[in-house]
C-alpha cells in the first residue's frame, strides 16, 4: 500500500468486469427460444386435443407467423398491440425493481385513458402540437395520482399494496363505467356507455400512412421507445433509480443508508401509475379514437407478464412487449385464417412464462438441446 | 464506580403514537356522526319497513319498521358519543371494536335512508349475501391454507375457473356429484402444478401464479370457444338447489339465512371451521404452520418442508377448485369465459384482510357479500346515488379498514420466500 | 453411546467445508470443538444432525454405519442440536415449539398441548430449567430462548447434544448457568459436543478438544494442559495477539453529549431509559452489555432511525435530538449496523454500489439525478485496496463475500469519508481472526485522527481491547462506568447481570 503505483494497478484490475458471468449464450437465447418452441408445441397438443386436424394447426402456426412479423401490415399489428402492452409492463417493472407489486395497472390506464379522451375532445380548436401532448400528459397524470393513491396509504399507513390496488382497480372499473354513461364524457345522443370521440388535433398521427392508408402503427410507439429509454435511464443511471433498487433489494438497508422509503413508494407509485396511464392514453389516442367499456382488453393484466416475463429490465420488457404484441396480432390473424380461437394465444403466452422463469425445467424436457447437464 | 437502581423493563406511559391514532378514530367517529345526522336524519320521510319474512316461510314474524329520520338521529347521537368518548379517553383495546361498531351503524343508518317511506326484504338480503360470499370465502381459504406454508397463492383466480369450467363440463357428462369432485379434483391439480413449479422448480412464485391464472384463463376461453360453442350439451350442468334441513329452515330470518342454502354455502362454511381446527388444533396443522413461519426450524426437526408445501398448496387448490363449481354447478349452470370476474383476488383481499384466518377470511368474505347483494337490492329502492358509485362502496371500505385498523396485519414469517435446501 | 465420523468430507459447489474429518464423541463427556468463523464447524455438525449429506465418509453409532437421509433420522438416533442461531417458531408458545415434529396427539390428530405442557415442566423440573410452557417465544429472553432449545433435545430423549456457539448471547453469569447444566448433563452420561471460537471458554468446560481450521483437524489439545496461546495459534495457523496495540487516549473536545435520552422499542416499552453520557474527539467508549439492554435502540436512536420520546442529543454543540439520518451522516457520524447482512449492505447489489449505498448523492458521486457511475467504480477500487476487501472486481455482488469481507467493505464504506463520530455496532460479530485484528486498527487508527467512537459489543474481549472507557447497559440504563485500564472481567460481568458491584 506505500506505492501508490501498485495501488493503481490493482484498482484498475478491479474495474474489470467478469464478461464470462455477464453473457450466457444458453441462458440467454437458447432457453427463450426454446421456452416459445415448446410452448407452441403444447399449444398444437390443446389443439389436437380440441379436435382440430394437424392440417389445420400448421395452417394456424402458419397465420400466427404471417400474422404477426409475415408483412408490413402484420409487423405494424404487432408494434401497435405491443405498445400499451410495453408502456403498462414498465411501470409494473419499476413497481418490481422497487419491490412493490402494483396489481392496479388495469385501473391505472383505464382511467389514464378516460383522462385523454377528456382532453382530447375538449380542448377544440388547439393546435396539435399543443393538444396531443395535453391529452398525453392527461393520461399519465390521471394514472400517476390513482397509483399514488397505493403508494400514500402503503407510506403512512403500511396498507399492503397488494390489497389496496385490487381494489382501486375495481373502483377505477365503476368509475369509468359511471363517466361514460353520464355527460359531458358520454356521447350526446347515446344511450350505451361511450364516451365522445377524440379531436383529430390530439390523435396520435399514424406513421405508415404513406405507404398504406391502412397502417394503423402509430406516434405511440416512439412513445414506447422513449420510455424505455427514459426507464432505464431513471434505474440505472440517476440516484432516484438507485434508491428505487435499493428499497426494493433490502428495504432495511436502504432505509439506514438514510433513504426516506415513504417518499421512494409513492414516487415508485406514481411513476409507475403515470406509465400506466400513458398506456391508456396510447390506446384511446392512437388506436380507438375514443373510450367504451373494456376499451384497455386487459391490457393492465397483460403487463404484469410482460414485467415478469422481461425479468423487470426496460430492455427485457420492451422485447417481451414485442412478443406478447406479435401473439396478440398473429392470434387474431390466426382464428380469422384457421378458424382456431385467439384465446390460445394466452395459452401460449403463460406456458411462455412459465419456461422462462423455470429454465429447469425446459432442461429437463429436452435435456440433449443442452450441453450442461441438469444438476448442481 | 457508579450504579444505579435496576427497575425492570416498564411499559411504557408515553403512549404518543397510540394516543394520537385514538385522537384519529374519534375524530373519525364525529365526522361520521356529521354525516349520518346530515346526510340521513335531515333527508329521510317516513318509515323504512324491512321485511324479515319471505314468502314460503313457514313462521311469519312481524316487519321491522323503522323511522327513519328519528332512527339517525339516533345513530349520530351514538357515533357522536363513541367518538368524544374515544377522544377524551381513548378505548385502550376496545378502539378498533368501537370503530367497527360505529361503521354497522353507519350502513343500517344508510339503510334506513334508502328504504324510507318502502319496504325492503332484510332477510333476502342477508340469505344473498351469504350466497356471494360463498367464492370470496373459498378463495380467501385457499390463500389461507397455501401462504400459511409461506406459498404466495396468486393463483386463486385461475384456480375458481378451472373449477368453475371443471364443474360445468364434468357435471354436464356425469352429474352434478361427479361435477364438483371433477371440480375439486381439476383446482388441486392446479395446485399441485402451483407447488411443483414454486417447490421444486423455483419459480418465483408470483411468477407462477401469475401463469397459472392467464393459462387457465386461456384454456377455459379456448375449449369454451372452440368446443362448447359447438356442443352445447356439454355446457348444460343441473345446478344444486337449496337443501331445507328439517325444523331449523322454519326458524325466522335465521333459518332462510342459514339452514336453506345449498350445497356450497355448507360445504363453505364446514370447510372454514374443518381448516381452523386443522391449522390451529391438530399436529399437522401446527407442522404446515411451523414451515410457514420458520422453515429451517421445521427441516431441523424432521418436518418435510417441500412435502408440507406441496400437500396444503395442493388442498388450497382443490378447495378453490370447490369454489369455482360454485359459479356453475351452484348459481347458472354453465359456464362462460372469465366467469369468475376477478372474485379470487377479491378472495385474496379477503385473506389479507381477513388475518391469514380462515375465519377471518370468511368474515371478510361476507363484508363483500353483503356489499355485493346490498348494491343488487338497493337497485331495486332507486335511490339517487348512481349504482356504480354504490358498488364502489365495499372497496373504499376495505381500503380505509385495511389502512386504519390493520394495515399491519402479519403474514407467515417466511411468506414468498422459496426454502433452499443446502 | 458413541459416535464416530469417519472421513468427512462436504462440498458446497466448489467450496470444501469439511475435508476429511476423523473424530469421536463419547457419552458421559463434553467434548470441545474450536475453530473461528468459516473455519467448517457449524457445516460439520450439520452433517451430524442430519441436516446435510456428506459426500465422502461415514457416521458410526456404537461402531455401526449410519446413514441419515434428513434432521429426523439424526434426532431418532439421539442425535440433538441447538443451533447458534436458534430454531425457534418466534409466535409459537415455548411448549409449541418443544413438541413441534414429535407432538402428543389425541383422536383426529388432535394437538394434546395439555400433555405438551405437563412435559416441558416435567423435563424443565428434572434438568433445573424452569420456563412457562405458555410464553410466546417471541417475547420471552434469549436466555430463556436457549432453555427452550435445551429442553427441545431433551425432550427428543437425545443422548448427544451439540451446542454451536452457546454462550454468544449470554451474560458472563448466564454462560456460568450454562455450564453448570453442560456438567450435570454430563454427569447424567450425555455426550456433548461444544463447538465455539472461545478459547477461555472451552478450556474451561470441555474434557477433550479439536481443533479445525480450513475445514480439517489441525491438532487436538488437552484442556488440562494446553494453553490459550497454544490453541489460538492451532485455530488461525499463526501466533496471534490478543491486545490491540493503541497510544494513550488523547481526547480532544466533547464531540456528542446525551442527557436523560429515553426511547421506545417496538413493543412500545422503555428501552432506553434515561441515558446520559458524553463522547470526546478521540477517545473510544466502549458500551458493553448482554444484547436486548437497550444497546440496539440507543445506537438507532443516535442515527436517527428511531424517534426519542424523551430527552436531548447534542453533536458539536448543536441539538440534532430530531434529525434525519442523512442529516447526522451529512454532519460526519458514521454507522456500522450491528447486521451487516440485514441493515448494512444489500448482498444483490455490486461491491461499488454498496460502496456508496449512503453516500451516492455526495458531489463526489452525483450531479443532480445524474449518478457518475465511472467515477463511483474508481474510488471503489480505490478503497476496496486500500481497506483490503477481498475481491475479484468491484462488480462482483457484495454477497458473494466472505462475512469478513462483508464487514470490512462496510467498514471501509464509513471510513473513507471525512467524519467526526464513528458508531460501530458488533463491528466483528461473525468475521475470522484476520479481519478482526483488521477492523481493530482501521478504527483505532480513526480514533488516533480525532475521530470520536463508540463501540458497542458484547464480546467483553473485544469492549476490553478496543476502549478507552467502558459503559456497561443493563435493562435499558447505564449501570457503571470503568476505565478500561482497570476494568477486570468479573468486575463487567457483574455489571452486565445488573449486581451492584
Given at each position: 500500500m506505500s506505492e501508490p503505483g501498485k495501488l493503481d494497478a490493482i484498482s484498475s484490475d478491479l474495474l474489470k468486469r467478469a464478461v464470462a458471468d455477464r453473457f450466457n449464450g444458453e441462458e440467454m437465447i437458447l432457453v427463450p427460444v426454446l421456452s416459445v418452441v415448446l410452448a407452441l408445441a403444447i399449444g398444437a397438443i390443446v389443439m389436437l386435443a380440441t379436435g382440430v386436424g394437424f392440417g389445420s394447426i400448421g395452417q394456424s402456426y402458419l397465420a400466427l407467423f404471417t400474422g404477426s412479423v409475415g408483412s408490413v401490415n402484420a409487423i405494424s399489428e404487432t408494434l401497435t398491440a405491443a405498445a400499451p402492452l410495453t408502456l403498462a409492463g414498465l411501470g409494473i417493472a419499476l413497481g418490481f425493481r422497487a419491490g412493490l407489486f402494483n396489481i392496479g395497472a388495469e385501473g391505472q390506464l383505464i382511467l389514464g385513458g378516460i383522462a385523454a379522451v377528456a382532453v382530447g375532445f375538449a380542448l377544440t380548436d388547439t393546435p396539435a402540437w399543443i393538444h396531443l401532448p395535453l391529452a398525453l400528459l392527461a393520461g399519465a397524470l390521471a394514472g400517476a395520482a390513482w397509483a399514488a393513491i397505493a403508494g400514500w396509504l402503503k407510506a403512512a399507513t403500511g396498507a399492503h399494496e397488494v390489497i389496496t390496488t385490487i381494489m382501486l382497480n375495481l373502483i377505477a372499473l365503476r368509475l369509468v363505467d359511471y363517466l361514460l354513461r353520464n355527460p359531458p364524457i358520454q356521447k350526446p345522443g347515446r344511450a350505451d356507455p361511450i364516451s365522445q370521440s377524440v379531436l383529430p388535433s390530439a390523435e396520435l398521427p399514424r406513421l405508415l400512412t404513406w405507404i398504406?392508408?391502412?397502417?394503423?402503427?402509430?406516434?405511440g410507439i416512439l412513445l414506447v421507445v422513449a420510455a424505455v429509454a427514459i426507464v432505464y435511464w431513471l434505474l440505472f443511471r440517476t440516484t432516484k433509480g438507485f434508491e428505487f433498487r435499493a428499497a426494493g433489494a433490502n428495504p432495511d438497508a436502504a432505509r439506514y443508508a438514510g433513504m426516506r422509503s415513504g417518499l421512494i413508494i409513492v414516487l415508485v407509485m406514481a411513476t409507475a401509475g403515470a406509465l400506466a396511464g400513458l398506456a391508456g392514453a396510447n390506446q384511446v389516442l392512437g388506436v380507438l379514437g375514443r373510450a367504451s367499456p373494456g376499451f384497455s382488453g386487459g391490457a393492465g393484466f397483460d403487463a404484469i407478464a410482460v414485467a415478469l416475463l422481461g425479468r423487470s429490465h426496460p430492455v427485457g420488457v420492451l422485447l417481451a412487449g414485442l412478443l406478447f404484441g406479435a401473439l396478440q396480432a398473429g392470434g387474431r390473424e390466426m382464428q380469422v385464417a384457421a378458424g382456431v380461437s385467439i384465446d390460445l394465444i394466452s395459452i401460449i403466452q403463460a406456458l411462455v412464462i412459465v419456461f422462462m422463469a423455470a429454465p429447469t425445467l425446459v432442461r429437463a424436457t429436452?435435456?440433449?438441446?443442452?450441453t450442461k447437464q441438469v444438476g448442481r | 464506580m457508579a450504579m444505579t437502581d435496576t427497575a425492570p423493563l416498564a411499559k411504557a406511559d408515553i403512549e404518543l403514537a397510540r394516543r394520537r391514532q385514538k385522537k384519529i378514530n374519534g375524530v373519525i367517529l364525529l365526522c361520521l356522526a356529521a354525516f349520518v345526522a346530515l346526510a340521513f336524519g335531515a333527508t329521510s320521510e317516513g318509515d323504512a319497513v324491512f321485511r324479515l319474512t319471505l314468502p314460503r316461510d313457514a313462521v311469519k314474524i312481524p316487519n321491522l319498521v323503522l323511522p327513519a329520520a328519528p332512527y339517525a338521529y339516533i345513530v349520530a347521537a351514538l357515533l357522536a358519543f363513541f367518538g368524544i368518548r374515544q377522544f377524551l379517553r381513548g378505548g385502550g383495546r376496545s378502539t378498533n371494536v368501537f370503530l367497527g361498531i360505529g361503521l354497522l351503524l353507519v350502513v343500517t343508518a344508510f339503510l334506513a335512508w334508502a328504504t324510507a317511506g318502502k319496504s325492503f326484504s332484510l332477510t333476502g338480503m342477508l340469505e344473498s349475501t351469504l350466497v356471494r360470499a360463498v367464492p370470496i370465502a373459498l378463495g380467501g381459504l385457499a390463500g389461507v391454507l397455501s401462504e400459511r406454508v409461506a406459498v404466495v397463492n396468486i393463483a386463486i383466480e385461475g384456480m375458481l375457473l378451472a373449477g368453475a369450467f371443471a364443474g360445468a363440463l364434468i357435471g354436464s357428462v356425469m352429474g352434478g356429484v361427479i361435477g364438483i369432485v371433477g371440480a375439486v379434483a381439476i383446482g388441486g391439480l392446479f395446485g399441485f402444478i402451483l407447488a411443483a413449479l414454486v417447490v421444486t422448480h423455483r419459480v418465483d412464485q408470483i411468477i407462477a401464479g401469475v401463469a397459472i391464472n392467464l393459462f387457465v384463463l386461456g384454456l377455459t376461453s379456448y375449449v369454451s370457444s372452440q368446443v362448447l360453442t359447438e356442443y352445447t350439451w356439454l355446457n348444460n350442468a343441473p345446478v344444486f338447489r337449496p337443501i331445507e334441513i328439517p325444523f331449523l329452515s322454519d326458524l325466522p330470518v335465521v333459518g332462510p339465512v342459514l339452514f336453506r342454502q345449498n350445497l356450497f354455502v355448507y360445504g363453505a362454511l364446514i370447510m372454514v371451521l374443518v381448516a381452523t381446527y386443522y391449522l390451529f388444533h391438530t399436529r399437522t396443522g401446527l407442522r404446515a404452520r411451523a414451515v410457514g413461519e420458520h422453515p429451517e426450524a421445521a427441516d431441523t426437526l424432521g418436518i418435510n418442508v417441500y412435502r408440507t408445501r406441496y400437500i396444503n398448496v395442493t388442498l388450497a387448490g382443490m378447495v378453490a377448485g370447490f369454489g369455482g363449481a360454485w359459479f356453475t354447478l351452484g348459481s347458472v349452470g354453465r359456464f362462460d369465459e372469465g366467469m369468475t370476474g376477478g372474485r379470487g383476488f377479491i378472495g385474496l383481499a379477503a385473506m389479507i384482510f381477513g388475518r391469514w384466518h380462515p375465519v377471518g377470511a370468511l368474515m371478510a368474505a361476507l363484508v363483500f357479500g353483503f356489499a355485493d347483494s346490498l348494491q343488487q337490492k338497493l337497485a331495486i329502492l332507486q335511490t339517487p346515488i348512481p349504482s356504480e358509485f354504490l358498488a364502489m362502496a365495499p372497496y373504499i371500505a376495505t381500503i380505509v379498514l385495511v389502512a386504519g385498523l390493520i394495515g399491519r396485519a402479519r403474514p407467515p414469517a417466511a411468506d414468498g420466500q422459496p426454502y433452499i435446501k443446502e | 453411546m458413541d459416535i464416530e465420523l469417519r472421513g468427512i468430507t462436504k462440498r458446497f459447489g466448489p467450496v470444501v467445508a469439511n475435508s476429511d474429518v476423523n473424530l469421536t464423541i463419547r457419552s458421559g463427556e463434553i467434548f470441545g470443538l474450536l475453530g473461528e468463523n468459516g473455519a467448517g464447524k457449524s457445516t460439520l455438525m450439520n452433517v451430524l444432525s442430519g441436516l446435510y449429506r456428506p459426500d465422502e465418509g461415514e457416521i458410526l453409532i456404537d461402531g455401526k454405519p449410519v446413514r441419515f437421509e434428513g434432521a429426523g433420522d439424526a434426532i431418532r438416533a439421539g442425535i440433538g442440536m441447538v443451533h447458534q442461531h436458534f430454531m425457534?417458531?418466534?409466535?409459537?408458545?415455548v411448549a409449541e415449539n418443544v413438541v413441534l415434529g414429535v407432538e402428543p396427539t389425541g383422536r383426529l390428530?388432535?394437538?394434546d398441548l395439555k400433555t405438551a405442557r405437563r412435559q416441558v415442566r416435567e423435563i424443565g423440573a428434572q434438568h433445573g430449567l424452569v420456563v412457562d410452557p405458555d410464553a410466546i417465544i417471541e417475547e420471552v429472553p434469549v436466555g430463556i430462548q436457549q432453555r427452550v432449545e435445551i429442553i427441545k433435545v431433551l425432550f427428543r430423549s437425545a443422548d448427544v447434544l451439540i451446542f454451536d456457539e452457546p454462550t454468544a448471547v449470554l451474560t458472563p453469569q448466564e454462560v456460568e448457568d450454562f455450564f453448570g447444566i453442560v456438567r450435570s448433563l454430563r454427569d447424567a452420561g450425555k455426550a456433548l459436543v461444544f463447538i465455539t471460537h472461545k478459547l477461555f471458554e472451552i478450556l474451561e468446560v470441555a474434557d477433550r478438544i479439536s481443533v479445525l481450521r480450513g475445514g480439517k483437524i489441525v491438532g487436538e489439545g488437552d484442556p488440562k494442559t494446553a494453553t490459550e496461546a497454544d490453541l489460538a495459534e492451532m485455530m488461525v495457523g499463526r501466533p496471534v495477539s490478543f491486545t490491540v496495540d493503541k497510544a494513550p487516549k488523547a481526547p480532544g473536545p466533547a464531540l456528542l453529549e446525551i442527557s436523560d435520552l429515553k426511547v421506545l422499542n417496538d413493543r412500545h416499552e422503555v428501552a432506553v431509559d434515561n441515558v446520559s453520557l458524553n463522547v470526546r474527539a478521540g477517545e473510544i467508549v466502549g458500551i458493553a452489555g448482554v444484547q436486548g439492554n437497550g444497546q440496539t435502540e440507543l445506537v438507532e436512536a443516535l442515527t436517527g432511525l428511531r424517534p426519542t420520546v424523551g430527552g436531548a442529543i447534542t453533536f458539536l454543540g448543536e441539538d440534532v435530538t430530531r434529525a434525519s439520518t442523512r442529516d447526522l451522516h451529512a454532519r460526519g457520524i458514521a454507522h456500522v449496523p450491528e447486521d451487516r447482512q440485514r441493515d448494512g449492505l444489500i448482498e444483490d447489489f455490486t461491491i461499488a454500489e454498496n460502496m456508496v449505498l449512503d453516500s451516492y448523492y455526495d458531489d463526489r458521486f452525483s450531479t443532480g439525478l445524474n449518478m457518475h457511475w465511472q467515477k463511483v467504480h474508481e474510488e471503489t477500487a480505490r478503497i476496496v485496496t486500500e481497506f483490503d476487501v477481498r475481491t475479484s472486481s468491484v462488480f462482483d455482488l457484495a454477497g458473494h463475500l466472505s462475512g469478513g469481507n462483508q464487514q470490512k467493505l462496510v467498514v471501509a464504506r464509513e471510513l473513507s469519508r471525512e467524519i467526526k463520530l464513528l458508531i460501530a455496532s458488533q463491528p466483528t460479530r461473525g468475521v475470522d481472526v484476520g479481519s478482526i485484528e483488521y477492523i481493530h486498527e482501521r478504527i483505532v487508527a480513526a480514533r488516533d485522527a480525532g475521530v470520536g467512537v463508540i463501540v458497542v459489543s458484547t464480546e467483553l474481549d473485544e469492549i476490553r481491547g478496543l476502549s478507552d472507557r467502558i459503559l456497561v447497559m443493563f435493562r435499558g440504563r447505564v449501570v457503571a462506568e470503568f476505565d478500561s485500564a482497570s476494568a477486570t472481567v468479573a468486575q463487567l460481568g457483574l455489571a452486565m447481570a445488573g449486581a451492584a458491584a
Open positions: 398504406d392508408p391502412n397502417l394503423r402503427v402509430h406516434a429436452i435435456p440433449w438441446v443442452f | - | 425457534l417458531v418466534p409466535v409459537f408458545t390428530d388432535h394437538l
